[in-house]
C-alpha cells in the first residue's frame, strides 16, 4: 500500500470520528433527570436551563451543562439544588442516576416521604435533605447506601422511629434527625460506641419530643417533674398536720374554758361551811 493510500484511509478514519458524538449520554441518567425535574416545583424558574435536550447529553466528560449538577467521565456523579424555593416531591427514579455520590436538596420546601428506591445509589456518600416538609418514616431500605459518610434530615416532618439498621453503617460519621416528630428510644448503635463515648451528641437527636434515651437527657414526667410532685405531696401532709395539730389544741382550750366555767358555776351553788 502506497503512501498516498495510507493518507487517504487516515483522513477517512478522522473524517467518521469526528462523525461521532464527542460524549454518549446515559440512558439512566437521563431518565433520572426527566423525572426529578417533573416532580418538583420551580416558582422562581431557578431551574429554567433543565431542559429535555439537555437531559439527553447533561455531561461532556468532567463538565455538566446543567446548573447544579457536576459530571464525572461522563456521569452525573453530584447533584446539589440547595435553598432554590424548590416545591413539588423527591421522584423514586432518582434511583437512576447510579453513578450519584452526592445528592443535596436542602433548604427547599419539598414535601413528601423520602423514596426507598434511593437504596440503588450505591455510590451515594453524602444525602442532605434537611431544612425541607419531608414527611412519613426514614426508609430502613438506606442501609443499603453501604458507602453513606453523611445524612442529614435535620428540620423535616419526619415521623416514625429511627431504623435500627442504619447503625450498620459503618462510614457513617454525621448523623443529624434534628428538629423532626420522631418518636422511640434511639437506636443503640447510633448512640454508643467502644469506650461509652456517644457515636453522634445530642444535638443530632433534639427537637423530637418523643424521643428518647441515650444521649438525650432523661424524659421529664408530663406536667409536673417527679420531685415536684413528690414536694407536693410532703407539702401538703405537712400543711394537713399543722390544720389538724391546730385545731386539736383550739378544741382542747375550748374545752378547758368550758370546764372552767362550768366549775366556778357548781362553786357558786355549793352552801358555805
Not at 444525602?127 to 419531608?134: A, D, E, I, P, V
Not at 391546730?246 to 368550758?258: H, P, R
Request: aromatic share 6%; glycine share 8%.
Amino acid at each position: 500500500m502506497g503512501g498516498r493510500d495510507k493518507l487517504i484511509i487516515l483522513l477517512m478514519s478522522l473524517f467518521c470520528a469526528a462523525q461521532l458524538p464527542i460524549s454518549t449520554s446515559d440512558p439512566s441518567d437521563e431518565a433520572c433527570l426527566t423525572h426529578l425535574r417533573e416532580s418538583l416545583e420551580d416558582p422562581l424558574n431557578n431551574l429554567q436551563n433543565w431542559t429535555k435536550s439537555i437531559f439527553a447529553n447533561p455531561c461532556s466528560g468532567f463538565t455538566s451543562y446543567l446548573p447544579g449538577a457536576t459530571c464525572n467521565n461522563g456521569r452525573i456523579y453530584k447533584l446539589s439544588l440547595t435553598n432554590l424555593s424548590l416545591q413539588g416531591s423527591i421522584s423514586p427514579y432518582l434511583s437512576n442516576c447510579t453513578n450519584l455520590q452526592t445528592l443535596d436538596l436542602s433548604s427547599n420546601s419539598i414535601t413528601g416521604p423520602i423514596p426507598a428506591e434511593l437504596q440503588s445509589l450505591v455510590n451515594l456518600a453524602v444525602l442532605n435533605l434537611s431544612s425541607n416538609r419531608l414527611e412519613s418514616e426514614i426508609p430502613p431500605q438506606l442501609t443499603m447506601c453501604a458507602y453513606l459518610n453523611v445524612i442529614d434530615l435535620h428540620d423535616n416532618l419526619l415521623t416514625g422511629q429511627i431504623p435500627q439498621q442504619l447503625g450498620l453503617l459503618s462510614r457513617l460519621s454525621a448523623f443529624d434527625v434534628s428538629n423532626n416528630k420522631l418518636s422511640g428510644q434511639i437506636p443503640a448503635s447510633l448512640a454508643n460506641r467502644s469506650g461509652g463515648l456517644p457515636r453522634f451528641n445530642s444535638t443530632s437527636f433534639e427537637g423530637n419530643k418523643d424521643l428518647y434515651g441515650y444521649p438525650l437527657p432523661p424524659l421529664k414526667t408530663k406536667g409536673l417533674s417527679v420531685l415536684a410532685i413528690v414536694g407536693i405531696g410532703l407539702g401538703s401532709g405537712l400543711a394537713s398536720l399543722v390544720l389538724s395539730f391546730t385545731g386539736v389544741c383550739i378544741w382542747l382550750k375550748i374545752t378547758e374554758q368550758k370546764m372552767a366555767a362550768e366549775e366556778g358555776k357548781i362553786s357558786q351553788l355549793m352552801p358555805d361551811y
